[in-house]
């Protein structure tokens, strides 16, 4: 089955440092990967997908993610973090649904909280 | 600039009462969704449609039931509402095809008491 795992339920760190929040997938064929954010109280957002191509995508609020097929993971980073990125972040991958039709499936999702 | 609406941000309803969550999207997208969010369970999808008056369960429809009519519009039905649905509900739509992001309504947080 075509699913993908955040293993970390929150991460912190310091503003200014970087930052990396981990996904890993499990598919068969090529990946279909995104990233959204949800700030809080409001829905997600749309940060940043791998689809072919460059396997380092970048995306929206200076964020990127490194697409690695032999260690099946796409990783969301940043160079250096702000204060206002302390959001829950969500993986998600591309699956086949029963009647055929594609759709994604999510990860439990990851709060990162960034220190001033 | 794009965008999906739901009806409520916050609904309080009673054990019993049949619930009606409505979302709408102005992208012309083929594809919605709902989904409920609770913490430290992710996003689980109720049901999506793909074209209007199509739908196909997700990964927990017990409970609901789904209404497209047209196009930019998909209804999520709680029949006889429970405790146990407590929680966020969103609605996101997209382009078919598996490639397209999706679009996310601010949700609706339901309480049933």
């Known amino acids: 089955a075509q699913s993908v795992a955040q293993p970390e339920d929150q991460v912190n760190v310091a503003e200014g440092n970087p930052l990396t929040v981990k996904c890993t997938y499990s598919v068969s064929g090529n990946p279909y990967l995104f990233w959204y954010v949800q700030y809080p109280n409001r829905g997600l957002q749309f940060l940043l997908k791998?689809?072919?191509?460059?396997?380092l995508v970048k995306g929206s609020y200076g964020f990127e993610a490194e697409f690695n097929k032999s260690q099946t993971s796409f990783h969301l980073k940043k160079p250096s973090a702000l204060v206002s990125d302390s959001a829950l972040y969500f993986c998600?991958?591309?699956?086949?649904?029963?009647?055929?039709?594609?759709?994604?499936?999510f990860g439990r999702g990851t709060s990162l909280i960034v220190h001033p | 600039d794009v965008k999906v609406t739901q009806s409520s941000r916050y609904l309080v309803k009673r054990t019993g009462e049949k619930v009606f969550l409505e979302c709408v999207q102005d992208?012309?997208?083929?594809?919605m969704f709902w989904y409920r969010q609770d913490p430290g369970l992710g996003l689980r999808l109720i049901y999506f449609?793909?074209?209007?008056?199509?739908?196909e369960k997700g990964d927990i429809p017990e409970g609901y039931s789904v209404s497209r009519e047209k196009k930019e519009r998909f209804s999520l039905i709680l029949e006889s509402a429970s405790t146990n649905q407590t929680s966020m509900y969103l609605c996101a739509s997209s382009t078919a095809g598996g490639s397209y992001e999706q679009y996310f309504g601010p949700g609706t947080r339901l309480t049933v008491t």
């Open positions: 791998y689809i072919t191509g460059d396997n």
């Open positions: 992208m012309d997208h083929e594809n």
């Open positions: 998600a991958v591309r699956r086949l649904a029963t009647g055929g039709s594609y759709i994604p499936t």
């Open positions: 449609s793909y074209d209007v008056k199509m739908k």
